[in-house]
C-alpha cells in the first residue's frame, strides 16, 4: 500500500491527533527533557546537580576548612534551646555537605521514600501515576526529587547566614518534657555560629519553597497552593518526627543492648 493512498493518509492524520493529544494530557509546566525521561532518571539527575551545587556553595564558605570537627547531632552537644552549653564548634562545609547526603538518601530517608511511595501506590493516590511498579517509582522518584531540592536549599541558605541544620540531643540528665520541647523547637529553630538558637529562615524557606516549586512538575492532581500548602504541613511535622527520632533513640538503643548484654552475662 502506498503512503499516498487515502487510508493511509488517514491513518496517519489520525494518529498524529492521538498523540497531540495525549501530549496535552500531561504535567503542565514540564520541559522537553522531562517528557523524554522517565521520572526515576529526571530525579537522579536533579539530585546530582543538587550536590554539585551544595558543595560548591558549603566548601565556599569563608574561614571553613573540612577537616574541621564539629558536634555530632548523636551525641549530647547542646542544652535544650535558648541555652548555651557544652562545647560547640560551627558547622563545617565538609560537615554541611554531608548533612545534605545523609538527609537526602541516607537509610532512613530511603526507608521513608518506599514507605510513602508504597502507601500511595496502595491507595493509587495521585491515580495519574497508577498502580503496580511503574506507579510506586513514579512516586518514589517524585518524592526523592523534593526531598533534595528542600535539603539543597536548606544547606545553601543557611551556609549565607550560618544556620546549622542538623538537630542538636538533649543534654544528659533532662526530662522527658524538656526533651520534647527540644524536639519541637528545633524543628523551628536553628543553631547559629555564636551556639545560640533562631528562627531556622533557610528551613522555612526550603520546605515551603520545595512544595510550590514542584508545582512546576507534579501532576495536575497536585499542582496546586491547596496541595503545596499541606505537603508543607507534612514537610514541618516530619522534620519534627525525625527530631524525635534523633532525641530518642540512641537512649532506646542504648537500654535494649544494655538489657541484651546483661541477658546474656546471666546465661550459664
Not at 533513640?249 to 552475662?265: C, E, Y
Request: aromatic share 10%; with cysteine.
Amino acid at each position: 500500500m502506498s503512503l499516498f493512498e487515502p487510508t493511509t493518509g488517514v491513518r496517519s492524520a489520525g494518529l498524529f491527533c492521538q498523540r497531540l493529544r495525549t501530549a496535552k494530557t500531561r504535567p503542565r509546566h514540564i520541559p522537553w527533557v522531562a517528557v523524554l525521561l522517565p521520572r526515576g532518571l529526571r530525579a537522579g539527575a536533579i539530585l546530582l546537580l543538587l550536590m554539585l551545587g551544595v558543595s560548591r556553595t558549603t566548601f565556599g564558605q569563608a574561614g571553613v576548612t573540612p577537616a574541621a570537627q564539629g558536634a555530632p547531632e548523636d551525641q549530647s552537644a547542646s542544652a535544650h534551646p535558648n541555652q548555651t552549653a557544652s562545647p560547640f564548634e560551627p558547622i563545617t562545609g565538609r560537615q554541611r555537605f554531608l548533612w545534605f547526603v545523609v538527609n537526602t538518601i541516607g537509610p532512613a530517608q530511603l526507608a521513608g521514600g518506599v514507605l510513602s511511595a508504597g502507601l500511595g501506590t496502595a491507595r493509587n493516590d495521585p491515580r495519574t501515576y497508577g498502580p503496580g511498579w511503574a506507579g510506586f517509582g513514579d512516586r518514589y522518584g517524585m518524592r526523592l526529587t523534593g526531598v533534595s531540592t528542600g535539603n539543597a536549599i536548606e544547606a545553601s541558605a543557611g551556609a549565607l547566614w550560618g544556620e546549622d541544620p542538623r538537630y542538636f540531643r538533649s543534654l544528659r540528665g533532662k526530662s522527658f518534657r524538656a526533651r520534647i520541647a527540644s524536639v519541637v523547637e528545633q524543628t523551628f529553630l536553628a543553631r547559629h555560629p555564636d551556639g545560640t538558637f533562631h528562627p531556622a529562615y533557610a528551613r522555612f524557606l526550603a520546605i515551603s519553597g520545595n512544595n510550590y516549586l514542584s508545582n512546576t512538575w507534579r501532576t495536575d492532581s497536585e499542582a496546586n497552593d491547596t496541595a503545596a500548602g499541606w505537603r508543607t504541613l507534612i514537610g514541618f511535622g516530619g522534620r519534627m518526627a525525625g527530631n524525635a527520632f534523633k532525641e530518642f533513640w540512641p537512649s532506646v538503643k542504648d537500654r535494649l543492648f544494655r538489657n541484651s548484654a546483661g541477658r546474656a552475662q546471666a546465661q550459664p
